[in-house]
């Protein structure tokens, strides 16, 4: 805990000393000066651990005239005249400041609560919500949510059906309130989902549907994966502290997605890989419902499509449910 000894000292008036081993003067333009008395140089270096401004600011306190011709300063009208003597003691929620000998205490506030670091987050928040444009990218992992009681296709792996999402977007504000707004974010994002097989199953266009046949023989990985572009948009409410900072949000809206390309990749026991492109008789268009939930800029989702991956009596009647992360 440190201590330091603050006097304030007019030109023409003689202040009481208080017997310090060092002291910091300081002369202004106006012959004021400002004397500040510490035990050693160490307590004088320690200066640089304080903002004597936000201190000052934070107390409210103001320079004011008084008859005589004397300089004080006042707290709340009450006044402390030239050999006022403030003693600051530096805490982890803040400063404890006590006037002369008295008990009068004023503790502060910690240095993200005052009101000018609140005024500069609130412009700060102004400016975020004017924005343009927002980038971000997205990892999760896939599954299938089986509409018929016989699925015709293999079990995925659970962590290799990877989502990566690369996006651009804007979300302007459309009604901003002090703890709450509600915004819209939309945009465009290119999306690879991957559906990683268990067992040795691959993929295959058959004549007249896709089909799933078991390789007969080991390997290492299989998978199909398919890459879309699409619009995302989603209405979201966005919460905020007495601070003005977000502290999350939550938002529900939908999507539509084309697909650019798909292939199914193999890769061998021996490490080598064999690529193949083909539709797979994949729905071109897909859409659906999706939800973000926030933590500051942590951005969870979940995304459902509401139409088959796969053309109707070509394939699986399969949904698709990803979730995640973004960024």
């Known amino acids: 805990m440190t201590a330091l000894l603050l006097m304030v000292v007019t030109s023409g008036v003689n202040a009481a000393p208080v017997s310090p081993t060092d002291s910091l003067v300081i002369r202004f333009a106006n012959r004021t000066r400002l004397v500040i008395y510490a035990p050693d140089k160490a307590g004088i270096q320690a200066l640089s651990n304080y903002d004597l401004n936000k201190i ?151 004549p007249v549907a896709v089909a799933f046949p078991d390789a007969g023989r080991d390997l290492q990985k299989s998978k199909l994966t398919v890459c879309t572009i699409g619009v995302p948009v989603v209405p979201r409410v966005t919460f905020y502290n007495s601070d003005g900072r977000k502290v999350g949000h939550i938002g529900v809206g939908g999507y539509a997605n084309y697909r650019l390309d798909s292939y199914r990749k193999i890769k061998e026991a021996d490490g080598s890989k064999d690529r193949r492109h083909s539709d797979y008789y994949l729905n071109n268009f897909r859409y659906g419902v999706m939800a973000h939930i926030g933590i500051q800029s942590l951005n969870f989702f979940v995304k459902y499509d509401l139409n088959p991956l796969f053309q109707l009596d070509k394939g699986p009647d399969v949904r698709t449910l990803t979730f995640g992360i973004g960024f």
């Open 56 to 206: 000052v600011r934070e107390m409210g306190m103001k320079l004011d005239s008084v008859p005589g011709g004397q300089t004080a300063i006042s707290q709340d009208g009450e006044r402390f005249l030239k050999d006022t003597v403030l003693v600051l003691t530096q805490k982890k929620d803040g400063f404890t400041i006590v006037i002369n000998s008295k008990d009068d205490t004023i503790r502060t506030k910690p240095a993200g609560q005052d009101s000018s670091n609140r005024a500069y987050t609130q412009a700060k928040r102004r400016r975020r919500d004017k924005s343009s444009f927002d980038y971000g990218i997205s990892i999760g992992l896939n599954n299938f949510i089986q509409q018929s009681d016989n699925p015709t296709y293999p079990a995925l792996s659970p962590f290799g059906s990877r989502y990566i999402a690369l996006s651009v977007g804007a979300m302007p504000t459309i009604i901003r309130g002090k703890h709450a707004s509600l915004k819209l974010y939309y945009g465009v994002e290119v999306a690879w989902n991957n559906f990683m097989f268990e067992g040795n199953n691959v993929v295959e266009k058959g």
